[in-house]
């Protein structure tokens, strides 16, 4: 995944669609679906369409609600993903489908030409973490959680634990973390602390500190579970 950088050309770089969300982080290896609705959100598809394929993917940050019409502020770092699936629905909207490729950060947003958002991108490198006992202890923690969820979730961590690459297995965490319902709060809490973790993950500066990142979040939801009886403190020695 990291190693095939086609499509992401300098010239793509020195212009990239955008599609800011409030709600979602796209990950490298993360399959984004998207209802487009908005018009200058249909024109970025077309756009996408007929150039490079990829769109990004920045978080909005919080008040942007006063400013959302306009340009409000995005995180620096973000997903972009290639258009992998486009459908037109009889009522002009568009369902599309996007797969998160690569990390990248922001240059600088450039003046607007259409109404999507353009901005000047580099492209992050993918580096591998360097320090295997920290990454062991981040595969114990989620083993540690697997055995209290159902059959299904269970299998659905044993599987991103048995993923070769270490860059694909830590973005694969954070993408199933939100997914397992192991957050307390309300429902728009646990969201937006899932939302943070997913954040950091992609604001990691390398591989050993997006370990980190997931260690953090997992030992949190490990002392919650032992608090909740759910795992015995025997699989904590």
Do not use: W
């Not at 212009?15 to 970025?44: D, K, Q, S």
């Not at 699936?85 to 797969?99: C, E, K, T, V």
């Not at 055995?147 to 993923?163: K, N």
């Amino acid at each position: 995944m990291f190693d095939d950088d086609e499509g992401l050309e300098a010239d793509l770089l020195r212009a990239v669609p955008i599609f800011p969300l409030p709600n979602a982080v796209l990950l490298p290896g993360m399959v984004l679906p998207l209802n487009v609705f908005e018009p200058r959100y249909l024109e970025l598809v077309d756009h996408a369409r007929d150039g490079g394929q990829y769109i990004g993917v920045p978080l909005l940050r919080p008040g942007y609600e006063n400013d959302y019409e306009e340009r409000p502020d995005i995180e620096a770092v973000f997903g972009v993903g290639r258009l992998i699936s486009h459908q037109r629905l009889p009522d002009g909207r568009r369902f599309i489908r996007l797969a998160g490729a690569r990390r990248l950060r922001r240059v600088r947003e450039l003046p607007p030409e259409h109404s999507f958002r353009l901005v000047e991108c580099a492209l992050l490198d993918e580096l591998e973490p360097n320090d295997r006992s920290a990454l062991d202890v981040l595969e114990a923690q989620l083993e540690r959680i697997a055995s209290t969820l159902r059959p299904d979730d269970a299998q659905l961590v044993e599987s991103v634990l048995r993923i070769p690459d270490p860059r694909v297995l830590t973005y694969a965490v954070a993408a199933i973390l939100p997914t397992l319902g192991l957050t307390q709060g309300s429902a728009s809490t646990q969201h937006s602390a899932m939302l943070t973790m997913q954040q950091a993950t992609l604001d990691a500066a390398d591989g050993d500190a997006r370990v980190e990142v997931l260690s953090d979040f997992a030992a949190e939801l490990c002392a919650r579970l032992l608090d909740d009886g759910r795992i015995p403190k025997t699989l904590l020695n």
